[in-house]
């Protein structure tokens, strides 16, 4: 692995640690989050792709995990609360100890809710969607408004419901994590689906319509799942980054953001 102290201006005026990360992210705690999560984006050098959604949400989330009240609010999300934790590469358990469990790309914590983020950059215009959905989600362990998701679940599996960019079945796994982690920790429950908007994959423009349909297939998302105890809400890098606000190390690290990952 390369030096962790080491500076590279990526030719764009922002200059990553050879590692992958801007300044002012916290290096050797990211890095314990990755080894912990085992997706082995470190060592297999992942993160330093052109293409690593991880190197954007690690990046942009990152730099507030030392500065926890100064996040800024996520569009749609009424987090009025001073923000306890920021963090990377968060699990949400099931209510049950063995298998899988959901990792998402980030979390921020108030106290009053547990919001966890789900990111995504080249995601939906690259990865052919898959439905995978055991009969173990069907254990009657959500609690009494999780009908919609459960709903969800179902036509995911039937066909019934069918995205071509969105990952909906990734996103219920999500938020049957987060609502039995945020009921561990006594607070509501938020699911965020942030996303980049790239204009070009492998030198290939992507079509504005499937950005266009992309959105229209979050909106669907949301609609169909509106009321349960997962709140979900989604919203691009490049609006959350337009509400920051007028501070100038925050403003610094969004243009860099910008500048670096061209969300």
Not at 8 to 15: H, L, M
Not at 104 to 117: E, H, S
Request: no cysteine; glycine share 8%; aromatic share 10%.
């Amino acid at each position: 692995m390369h030096s962790r102290g080491q500076n590279a201006d990526d030719g764009n005026g922002s200059a990553l640690t050879l590692a992958g990360f801007l300044p002012g992210v916290p290096v050797e705690h990211v890095l314990d989050r990755f080894a912990a999560a085992g997706g082995n984006e470190i060592e297999s050098g992942k993160i330093q792709s052109p293409e690593s959604s991880a190197a954007l949400a690690v990046n942009s989330f990152g730099w507030f995990i030392s500065r926890p009240s100064r996040f800024p609010s996520l569009p749609g999300i009424d987090a009025s609360d001073t923000v306890e934790v920021v963090d990377v590469e968060f699990t949400a358990r099931f209510p049950w100890a063995g298998g899988r469990h959901p990792w998402l790309d980030a979390v921020v914590q108030t106290p009053k809710m547990l919001i966890g983020i789900e990111s995504k950059r080249f995601e939906p215009f690259r990865d052919k969607k898959s439905f995978s959905l055991s009969s173990a989600y069907d254990r009657p362990v959500w609690g009494n408004n999780m009908r919609r998701y459960e709903e969800m679940r179902d036509k995911l599996r039937s066909g019934a419901t069918q995205f071509r960019h969105l990952d909906a079945a990734q996103l219920v796994k999500h938020a049957f994590g987060l609502v039995t982690e945020a009921g561990r920790r006594n607070r509501s429950a938020a699911l965020y689906y942030i996303f980049a908007e790239p204009a070009s994959r492998e030198g290939k423009a992507i079509p504005e319509s499937d950005h266009a349909r992309h959105r229209q297939e979050v909106a669907d998302f949301a609609s169909a799942v509106d009321g349960d105890d997962v709140r979900f809400q989604a919203g691009s890098y490049r609006e959350w980054i337009s509400t920051w606000p007028h501070d100038d190390e925050i403003q610094a690290h969004g243009r860099a953001i910008l500048a670096t990952f061209a969300p």
